[in-house]
């Protein structure tokens, strides 16, 4: 079993791809290559942790494109995953879910960076493509954002 992170996947989410220069002709088109490039790396047994902002659309349609991804997936909510309650979010496929931060050793998984001790390292997403702000260390974080991670989750060692 492996694990990885990943962040901001923005499923069904149109704007996102001007917002974030994304190359993709609309959302639809979209989700099917992020689908096709996390199910290219996660196995069935692997373990994935979102860092939130999922994605937009009904319950079904999540539910669909959640279902069609491998691995056991954990979300950490994000900026635009509030609007559903943690229920609805393990009804369209998520394990665990969490608020704030998800601790594990030396590693802190969060959706927007944050201040950590210089011996932990602060896994993140919410920024996208965008440069890390200088008020942070970037030798001890590390973004997740899908734009950076060519659209599939990157592997741990937990």
């Known amino acids: 079993m492996s694990t990885?992170?990943?962040?901001?996947?923005?499923?069904?989410?149109?704007?996102?791809?001007?917002y974030?220069?994304?190359?993709?002709?609309?959302a639809n088109h979209m989700n099917?290559?992020?689908?096709q490039k996390w199910n290219?790396?996660?196995?069935?047994?692997?373990l994935v942790y979102h860092l939130g902002d999922v994605g937009f659309g009904t319950n079904e349609q999540l539910k669909n494109l959640i279902g069609r991804?491998?691995?056991t997936k954990i979300l950490l909510i994000g900026n635009h995953d509030f609007k559903r309650g943690i229920n609805?979010?393990?009804?369209?496929?998520?394990?665990?879910?969490y608020k704030k931060k998800i601790e594990l050793g030396k590693y802190i998984l969060t959706h927007e960076p944050i201040q950590v001790d210089s011996e932990?390292?602060?896994?993140?997403?919410?920024?996208?493509?965008?440069?890390?702000?200088?008020?942070?260390?970037?030798?001890?974080?590390?973004?997740?954002s899908c734009d950076v991670t060519e659209y599939k989750p990157l592997k741990f060692e937990f």
């Open 40 to 46: 290219e790396t996660v196995k069935e047994d692997d």
């Open 120 to 144: 932990k390292i602060n896994i993140f997403g919410h920024i996208h493509d965008k440069p890390l702000a200088d008020i942070f260390n970037k030798n001890n974080h590390i973004c997740v």
């Open 88 to 97: 609805s979010w393990k009804e369209l496929g998520f394990e665990e879910i």
């Open 32 to 35: 099917e290559y992020i689908m």
């Open 69 to 71: 991804l491998n691995g």
């Open 20 to 26: 974030c220069n994304r190359p993709f002709k609309n």
């Open 4 to 18: 990885y992170a990943i962040a901001d996947t923005h499923f069904n989410h149109e704007n996102i791809i001007k």
